[in-house]
Nanobody, 119 residues
Framework: VQLQASGGGLVQPGGSLRLSCAASGSILSIRSMGWYRQAPGEQRDLVAAITRGGSINYADSVKGRFTISRDNAKNTVYLQMNNLKPEDTAVYYC??????????????WGKGTLVTVSS
C-alpha cells in the first residue's frame, strides 16, 4: 500500500491550495483519513480528519478556512485550504487507516508535501 500526496506549493497570504492523497495497492477497507502538518522545529500536529461515515474533526487554527473531504471510490482524501496564512507554512502529511491484504489495520503515511505561504 502506498499513499501519493500532491498539491503543495508556494502561495501568497489569502490564497488557496488543494491537497490530494490517493492510496493504492492491496486495500480491503479504509477507516479514517486525515492531514497532519509539521513546521520546522515543531511536532507533527493534526490538521483535519474524516471518518468513513463522514464525521470530521478540525484543528481550531484552521476551522472556517480548510475543508477536508474524501472519495471512497478513489481511496482519496482532499484538503481544500482557503485564506492561507504564513503560519500555515509546513510540510503536510496525509494519513489513512487501512486494512490491507493481511486483514490487519495499519496507519499509512504519505510523503510530505510542502506548503509555503509567503508574499
Amino acid at each position: 500500500v502506498q499513499l501519493q500526496a500532491s498539491g503543495g506549493g508556494l502561495v501568497q497570504p489569502g490564497g488557496s491550495l488543494r491537497l490530494s492523497c490517493a492510496a493504492s495497492g492491496s486495500i480491503l477497507s479504509i477507516r479514517s483519513m486525515g492531514w497532519y502538518r509539521q513546521a520546522p522545529g515543531e511536532q507533527r500536529d493534526l490538521v483535519a480528519a474524516i471518518t468513513r461515515g463522514g464525521s470530521i474533526n478540525y484543528a481550531d487554527s484552521v476551522k472556517g478556512r480548510f475543508t477536508i473531504s474524501r472519495d471512497n471510490a478513489k481511496n482519496t482524501v482532499y484538503l481544500q485550504m482557503n485564506n492561507l496564512k504564513p503560519e500555515d507554512t509546513a510540510v503536510y502529511y496525509c494519513n489513512q487507516q487501512i486494512q490491507d491484504r493481511t486483514a490487519f489495520w495499519k496507519a499509512y503515511w504519505g510523503k510530505g508535501t510542502l506548503v509555503t505561504v509567503s508574499s
